[in-house]
């Protein structure tokens, strides 16, 4: 059951999903809202510059029906008066034909915005396959634009019934008004008729834009297993960035074990814990910790501290105060000035010492630690195997 559900598309498509179909030119579109902005756009387009282009339009006929007789029978003559109406006819529909391919372009842009992907030339031989065209005739997708076909057809037959129901009157006595008169009505009620058919397509637009998003979004929709495989290719497998990590914590752990011989002293716990103090008076502000750790760590940083002939010191509380409260490098708490200094000022009497005798420092027997520093003594009522650890 839990493979079943890793293999059935319940996730939102990712943002990386979602640029990969668009750089291949896969976008939302809905080719009814671009069919009725370019209608409606014409309708418009006509009722504003109807006049003007009446205009033209008569005075073309005027002109054409006008030949004199040198024109009409001299060929070239004749096919320049036809190119001079031509002109004029294009150069007066101009404004409109610009108008209208504008606005063919920039429809389809409405929903699912500017796209241009090279992919789109690359030849799919695929589409030549019968069966899978076969395949698209019987499909879903199919079967809702036959359903908005039909719609749609339902819809321009009814607007046009009633449209025409309305207009009865005034188209039935156009045969007794003046030709002039009769023609500009035809012409308004052809356009106000063709608008109000556009206007209703607007309900199939309106239906239309929703559902190709929510079929796009349902088309784009990732599998958990899916989810799981991106994931891993984006942030990188868990195992490998766990690898990463097991190898940066052994790089700082050979690097921490490296200032190891640079250091003044180690104190220990003195079996699981052990912290490497340096301090250098001329440029340390005050003591810092090159190198901690616990249990086999602390057991490394002993040996290496022995190796390098790096006195080791007994004092668990200041062991365990340190280790809690500092990290590599950073300089010892304010608190621990004092019992650091008692620490640092025997080594260094013990460095005097062995290089030019004399009498020999007397070990500190008791070092001094603010409680609240130490994790053994807050951590006293927890139960004796805690404590037991940390001593």
């Known amino acids: 059951m839990a493979e079943d559900s890793d293999l059935e598309k319940t996730e939102q498509a990712s943002p990386k999903r979602l640029e990969k179909a668009r750089e291949d030119g896969d976008v939302p579109r809905s080719r009814e809202l671009a069919t009725v902005t370019v209608l409606f756009t014409t309708g418009i387009g006509l009722l504003a510059m109807g006049d003007h282009l009446n205009h033209a339009l008569k005075t073309a006929m005027t002109a054409g029906l006008k030949i004199d007789r040198a024109t009409a029978f001299d060929p070239m003559l004749l096919l320049i008066?036809?190119?001079?109406?031509?002109?004029?006819?294009?150069?007066?529909?101009?404004?409109?034909?610009?108008?209208?391919?504008?606005?063919?372009?920039?429809?389809?842009?409405?929903v699912g915005g500017w796209v241009f992907s090279s992919s789109a030339f690359v030849p799919q031989f695929s589409r030549l396959n019968p069966i899978n065209g076969i395949a698209n005739m019987i499909s879903k997708n199919a079967a809702i634009e036959l359903l908005k076909s039909i719609a749609k057809t339902l819809v321009v037959g009814i607007v046009a019934y009633i449209v025409i129901t309305h207009d009865i009157a005034p188209i039935l006595t156009l045969s007794s008004l003046p030709l002039k008169t009769s023609i500009s009505q035809v012409n308004e009620l052809m356009l106000m008729g063709f608008l109000s058919i556009v206007g209703a397509l607007v309900l199939i637009a309106a239906i239309d834009v929703p559902y190709q998003l929510y079929q796009y979004a349902s088309k784009l929709k990732m599998t958990k297993e899916e989810v799981r495989q991106e994931s891993k290719e984006s942030e990188g497998s868990p195992e490998i960035k766990a690898r990463i990590r097991q190898q940066q914590r052994e790089i700082a752990r050979r690097r921490m074990m490296s200032e190891i011989p640079k250091a003044d002293v180690v104190i220990t716990n003195p079996t699981h814990y052990a912290v490497a103090i340096k301090y250098q008076d001329q440029s340390m502000r005050a003591p810092i910790v090159v190198a901690k750790g616990a249990d086999a760590v602390a057991l490394k940083i002993r040996e290496i501290a022995a190796e390098n002939s790096i006195m080791l010191m007994e004092s668990p509380k200041l062991a365990r105060a340190i280790y809690a409260h500092?990290?590599?490098?950073?300089?010892?708490?304010?608190?621990?000035?004092?019992?650091?200094?008692?620490?640092?000022?025997?080594?260094?009497?013990?460095?005097?010492?062995?290089?030019?005798?004399?009498?020999?420092?007397?070990?500190?027997k008791t070092i001094a630690v603010p409680e609240a520093l130490d994790p053994h003594s807050l951590l006293a009522a927890s139960g004796p195997a805690i404590n037991e650890a940390l001593i």
Do not use: C, H, W
């Open 81 to 110: 008066k036809i190119n001079d109406n031509l002109g004029s006819l294009l150069l007066a529909f101009a404004p409109l034909a610009l108008l209208i391919i504008s606005v063919a372009i920039a429809a389809p842009i409405l």
């Open 326 to 364: 500092t990290e590599l490098n950073d300089e010892i708490p304010e608190a621990l000035y004092a019992a650091v200094a008692e620490v640092l000022a025997y080594v260094f009497q013990m460095r005097i010492f062995k290089k030019e005798g004399g009498f020999r420092p007397e070990l500190p």
